[in-house]
């Protein structure tokens, strides 16, 4: 549990006022789903590989209603233990959505790519749920 605020708390520090002002959902509508994955590319892939993998999921992901809102470039770590590289802030039209699209078959079939780009055993993902809204 230590380990998932610490987390939570490193993505906040890397945009508070991005993440506040589009990631946050109505709270008394549970049928919306904010997802944040931290990415960890290996050293033999560039983060322009990386990119064109994003572009190559978000046709994909739309299919689904799996929105990716931004990929954000991890420029320093200000507390905890946590490393990585890009953080990506997903948006789902339920919790469930989110697994369709990594069953869907032609996500399935770029597996092999994906995990010659991605630390998967690394990836971090949480499913997020606003407490509030910001007023700004």
């Known amino acids: 549990m230590n380990f998932i605020i610490k987390v939570v708390a490193v993505a906040a520090a890397i945009s ?3 993440v506040t002002a589009s990631f946050a959902t ?3 509508d549970p049928t919306k789903a904010d997802w944040l994955t931290f990415i960890d590319i290996h050293q033999v892939t560039s983060k322009q590989e990386a990119l064109e993998y994003a572009e190559f999921v978000r046709p994909i992901a739309e299919k689904y209603g799996v929105d990716l809102m931004q990929i954000y470039d991890v420029v320093s770590v200000e507390a905890g233990d946590v490393e990585g590289d890009w953080v990506y802030l997903f948006r ?5 959505t989110f697994g369709a699209l990594l069953n869907d078959p032609e996500y399935a079939a770029n597996i092999p790519n994906r995990d010659r780009i991605h630390d998967m055993e690394w990836v971090k993902r949480f499913l997020l749920k606003p407490v509030f809204l910001s007023e700004e």
């Open 92 to 96: 789902s039209p339920d919790p469930q």
């Open 26 to 28: 109505d709270p008394q």
């Open 16 to 18: 508070v006022a991005t």
